[in-house]
């Protein structure tokens, strides 16, 4: 069966693979060049702020694009397959952790209030809901691992809360970009200025790689043919 789509996952995996490099870059320099760089500690607590959005994009975004589309590209065995899954998922909620901790300590010593966005709310939420995906598939698919009728009945829920708590992860990219955009040019940024276009193009990379990413997890490894399907022959 050819799926809910009839075309293959590779061509949109690789894609997707280049635009998790691209966007990953991309916050890089727009963190380093253009806001001044990236620290634990500083000054100027900006430095501070500038981890939570790189930490965050290659955590959710890039690197659990990664883990979502791992079963589509990998050749190895499938026990090899989950626990990569497993790994690449566990250190996005690690970095995404960090992100949330720089966004806390730049409003705790910036002085301003914390949750009283639609990002942050939905942010926090993601997590949460990351961290429970990552828990209960943990348990139920991998260790100590449940009965073989409750994975078989568990697994398309899994997927599609996955993927759903991606988008949710997406989503909440956007909201970001385009707060601190708004700050920014409130603050004096120019609209049409270079970083504007840098941060813009970023969000706009961003919502192809998580599109690139869902159709690579609902589309087949491989598009057979249909059943019962007989070519056409010319003689």
Known sequence: MAGPIGVAAAPFTYVAHVLGVAAAVLVLIWCINFRGGLAFEAVNKNLIFNLHPVFMLIGFIAIGGEAIISYKVLPWSKEVKKLIHLILHAIAIVLGIVGIWAAFKFHNDSGIANLYSLHSWVGLGTIVLYGIQWI????????????????????????????????????????????????????????????????????????????????????????????????????
Do not use: C, M
């Open 136 to 235: 209960y598939g943990f348990v139920t698919f991998y260790y100590p691992g449940a009965a073989i009728r409750l994975r078989s009945a568990s697994l398309p829920w899994h997927v599609l809360f996955g993927l759903f708590v991606y988008i949710l992860a997406v989503a909440t990219a956007e909201l970001g970009f385009l707060e601190k955009l708004t700050f920014l040019q409130n603050g004096g940024l120019a609209k049409y200025g270079s970083e504007a276009f840098l941060v813009n193009f970023t969000a706009l990379v961003v919502i192809l790689l998580g599109a690139s990413v869902v159709i690579s997890a609902v589309a087949p490894a491989k598009v057979d043919e249909r059943k019962g399907y007989v070519p056409i022959e010319y003689n």
